[in-house]
């Protein structure tokens, strides 16, 4: 295959992507309608986001025990999740209260864990050479599609249900088009075999499960900055007397956009200078932006927007680094076992900080509330420059076996 058959392959996959995850944060979104409609509670109103995580970690672990994303085409595995995934986010439009629409939610999840993944491994089909910048790409896709909810509801104040069907719409025609028009590349990952035991075989390798650990510490911050960002803007326009501005919508809207944009130019500063050294420049610029930006909240706005803005660059810009990794250092047959293993450990532990942040900000208020993700990008920097020295050390050890064969 030449290269414009892998860029074409690549900006249809990662249009596409751009549709298959819009409903991950549909219910996020709406969760201010939602509250008010339902009478729920901040903490009720949290698991409509938390049940979706765990959603994914469920179907994560799943297809990671059963060797999914490695036994079927990834092609087809996007498009059936597609439909799953489409139909269970319209079930929330059936539902009234706390505990259906949590469930509702968590069978979304669990059919956007056969998306994320495989869709990674694809894109791996068609990239050896430039692989962290397509990878970016796609990463970015799937980072802007979740703020297109925002977008949605932001466009004119509909109703919450409206956004819910069009996130639907969206994502089955993301399924459909990925069916049609997507191919695999030329570069195919070994066949796997159904085997449950090599979940616990990928993570004896140190250099994957360091990479994985740089994840889990990326997620630790990720999406509960994702989910409680416009509750805290809309804090500071109450500050700044413009409650009720549609202003937050569109700030938010922009840190998804921005990260998006950061996923990319983060794979192509990985391929160019190395994926550790970029996820700690990145990790390091997250945990400042995470404990100083509430300090900012009476600030003006411009300044706030601007930090904003560096937040949503950096909290994401080194995921991509992550699950480049973990396709270089895997077990080849069991790629995307590998890939959906790592994301099953992160999104279980996204669960918590999502409840944490709504703890911290009625404990100490808004202004201190993010600090306490800035422990997750900080423990990142660590595991990073341990595997700059695991891989520093696998070099030489390579070399001095390749001497004496």
């Not at 509670?41 to 994303?69: E, K, M, N, R």
């Not at 439909?83 to 079930?91: E, F, P, S, T």
């Not at 994301?343 to 202004?367: C, D, K, R, S, Y």
């Amino acid at each position: 295959m030449t290269r414009p058959d892998a860029r074409r392959n690549l900006l249809i996959l990662a249009g596409t992507l751009l549709l298959l995850k819009s409903t991950w944060f549909s219910a996020t979104a709406v969760i201010p309608q939602v509250r008010q409609e339902w009478h729920l509670t901040p903490d009720l109103a949290a698991w409509l986001t938390i049940s979706v995580q765990w959603g994914f970690v469920a179907g994560a672990v799943l297809s990671a025990v059963f060797v999914v994303s490695d036994a079927l085409s990834p092609i087809r595995l996007i498009f059936l999740s597609s439909i799953g995934a489409a139909v269970a986010n319209l079930a929330l439009l059936l539902t009234h209260d706390a505990l259906t629409g949590s469930l509702a939610r968590f069978a979304t999840g669990l059919f956007i864990a056969g998306v994320y993944p495989p869709s990674l491994k694809l894109i791996s089909t068609w990239y050896r050479d430039g692989r962290g910048a397509a990878m970016g790409l796609l990463v970015g896709a799937l980072t802007v599609s979740s703020g297109v909810p925002h977008l949605i509801n932001g466009l004119g104040g509909l109703n919450w249900r409206t956004v819910i069907v069009a996130t639907s719409v969206l994502t089955l025609a993301g399924g459909l088009v990925t069916l049609t028009v997507v191919k695999e590349g030329p570069y195919p990952f070994p066949a796997a075999v159904l085997d449950p035991r090599q979940a616990r075989r990928i993570l004896r390798d140190r250099g994957t499960r360091l990479a994985m650990i740089g994840y889990l510490c990326h997620m630790w911050e990720l999406y509960a900055m994702w989910t409680w960002f416009l509750l805290f803007f809309s804090a500071a326009l109450r500050l700044h007397g413009m409650e009720g501005s549609l202003l937050g919508v569109y700030v938010t809207f922009a840190v998804f956009v921005i990260g998006g944009v950061a996923n990319y130019t983060g794979g192509v500063l990985g391929d160019r200078f190395g994926r550790e050294r970029t996820a700690i420049v990145m990790m390091g610029a997250s945990a400042a932006c995470a404990a100083f930006i509430g300090l900012l909240m009476g600030a003006p706005l411009w300044l706030l927007i601007l930090v904003s803005l560096v937040w949503g660059y950096a909290v994401v810009g080194d995921s991509v680094q992550f699950s480049a990794l973990v396709t270089e250092l895997a077990d080849q047959s069991y790629v995307g076992t590998a890939l959906t293993l790592q994301m099953a450990f992160g999104f279980l532990l996204t669960g918590a900080t999502i409840w944490l942040v709504p703890a911290a900000e009625q404990a100490v208020g808004w202004t201190w509330a993010f600090a306490v993700l800035a422990v997750g990008p900080l423990a990142g920097i660590f595991a990073m420059l341990r595997l700059l020295r695991v891989r520093a050390e696998r070099v030489p050890a390579a070399a001095g076996a390749a001497g004496t064969s």
